[in-house]
């Protein structure tokens, strides 16, 4: 009677095969101990010399001081995304021109009926409002975030202050990671969608307007490699 813990020889041999091809594939820069297979630098490790210091940027590597409430205790951030900031500019540009609306009650007789205390308090009113819309835009921006880790994908939209928007799609459920980049203004800034074909209840997952959607695609592509090869070598979290 056959052991039911041996594989058979076809599928022992299609498993071997399969695990060399994932083996010359990623890069191999050491040996494990006995047991444990090759040892091969992960995205991670590949990205580390990369990684740049900075609060505000669209395109962070590797973040430091960043959590999310899910994340797990071994799960590591790789890349934190936010839209580029060629997309904020229509309200950045209201803003601006928000702070010099007072200027034009000066030239014209509008609030002249009203007592130079009234005015005084109208114009302050008015770049408060500013300063809430730029906070609130701001906020909203800053706090929209994508992040990969090397286990999921991550999108968390603000709408406004009081409303928070969280989806995910495990790396491994990935089944094709393709991006869009349409337009002139897309094209010179370098940036667009990247969409994911998973095999969730939500078959597509996309992530919009993010800097170097073609880099985002290949670490992504990188990382679906580097599950199957935990899952063959039996390193699965």
């Known amino acids: 009677m056959p052991d039911v813990f041996v594989a058979k020889p076809g599928e022992k041999r299609q498993r071997v095969e399969k695990m060399d091809v994932l083996a010359e594939q990623m890069t191999v820069v050491g040996t494990e101990k006995k047991g444990l297979g090759p040892r091969y630098e992960t995205v991670a490790e590949r990205l580390l010399k990369e990684r740049r210091s900075g609060r505000i940027k669209t395109f962070s590597i590797l973040p430091k001081r960043v959590r999310f409430e899910s994340q797990e205790q071994r799960e590591r951030i790789i890349l934190l995304l936010r839209q580029h900031w060629v997309t904020q500019l229509p309200w950045i540009a209201g803003t601006f021109i928000g702070l010099f609306v007072p200027l034009v009650f000066q030239w014209l007789p509008i609030l002249n009926f009203m007592p130079a205390n009234y005015q005084l308090m109208t114009v302050v009113g008015w770049y408060l409002l500013v300063i809430a819309y730029l906070y609130e835009q701001f906020i909203s921006w800053y706090y929209q975030v994508f992040i990969i880790t090397d286990e999921r994908v991550i999108d968390i939209n603000f709408t406004n202050l009081i409303y928070k928007e969280l989806s995910e799609a495990k790396i491994e459920n990935l089944e094709d990671v393709t991006y869009r980049q349409g337009g002139v203004l897309r094209a010179v ?9 998973t095999a969730g209840a939500e078959r597509e997952f996309m992530i919009e ?15 679906k490699l580097e599950e199957e090869y935990e899952k063959i070598m039996g390193r699965v979290r």
């Open 189 to 197: 800034f370098n940036f667009g969608d990247v969409v994911m074909q």
């Open 209 to 223: 307007n993010v800097p170097t959607p073609n880099r985002v695609v290949k670490i992504l592509n990188e990382l």
